[in-house]
């Protein structure tokens, strides 16, 4: 078993539709979480990061982190054609190192 | 654009030999962190460099080797390649104290033959 699950999808929705990208871990010392953002043939980029539980926002963007039943959301109102993409969540520890675990990434595509 | 920038874009080669990668750091930034992409994968960190030393260590093969230079440059040296190196290797780099905000470059589509 994985210590980060993610579900491949692809998942399609259409514009303007709330949109809910899920993951999973087994690692309870996991305290740093990350959500990136990947289109194709290009580098994640970062955007959002929580620490410990709770939710953050940041414009259309919601993250939500529950850590007793270790899963992690990121949630995207009013959904746009230019958020297809590979959402991509990462974690780690609080070991003093930056090595983060990656899930697999969520493929989303949002019609027009 | 992140501004952390590597070369080459694309690299063909054949098993059994040996490339570099290059990744170029953000400016101000120290971490430089090597990530291997593959389709059934995902994204596997391979190994941390600050500032010059190596801080942390992933999922990197024993063939694999990188350093970071004293103009913060880092390098990746892949060798003895086998077809199931061929993969995007992806650099990041992260501001000084702040390694959870990790920027990564555009990447390095490597395909060995």
């Known amino acids: 078993q994985k210590e980060v699950e993610q579900d491949p999808g692809p998942l399609s929705v259409p514009e303007g539709a709330i949109v809910s990208l899920n993951c999973t871990y087994s690692n309870s010392a996991f305290q740093y979480f990350m959500w990136y953002r990947q289109y194709s043939r290009k580098g994640p980029e970062l955007l959002m990061y929580t620490y410990s539980s709770g939710n953050k926002e940041d414009g259309r963007f919601t993250a939500q982190v529950d850590k007793s039943s270790k899963y992690i959301s990121l949630f995207i109102r009013d959904s746009q054609p230019s958020d297809s993409a590979t959402y991509l969540c990462?974690?780690?520890?609080?070991?003093?190192?930056?090595?983060?675990?990656f899930g697999t990434g969520t493929r989303l595509k949002v019609l027009a | 654009d992140s501004g952390v920038t590597q070369t080459p874009k694309h690299l063909i080669t054949a098993t059994g030999q040996r490339v570099t990668l290059r990744c170029s750091p953000r400016?101000?930034?120290?971490?430089v962190y090597w990530y291997q992409q593959s389709l059934d994968q995902g994204l596997q960190f391979l190994i941390q460099?600050?500032?010059?030393?190596?801080?942390a260590k992933g999922n990197i093969l024993e063939r694999f080797s990188a350093q970071q230079f004293p103009d913060l440059h880092s390098e990746l040296n892949l060798s003895s390649l086998e077809l199931g190196d061929s993969a995007l290797y992806f650099c990041a780099s992260s501001p000084p104290r702040s390694g959870n905000e990790q920027f990564f470059g555009p990447g390095t589509r490597l395909t060995v033959l």
């Open positions: 990462a974690m780690r520890a609080t070991s003093g190192t930056y090595k983060y675990i």
């Open positions: 400016s101000g930034d120290l971490s």
């Open positions: 460099y600050y500032n010059g030393e190596e801080r």
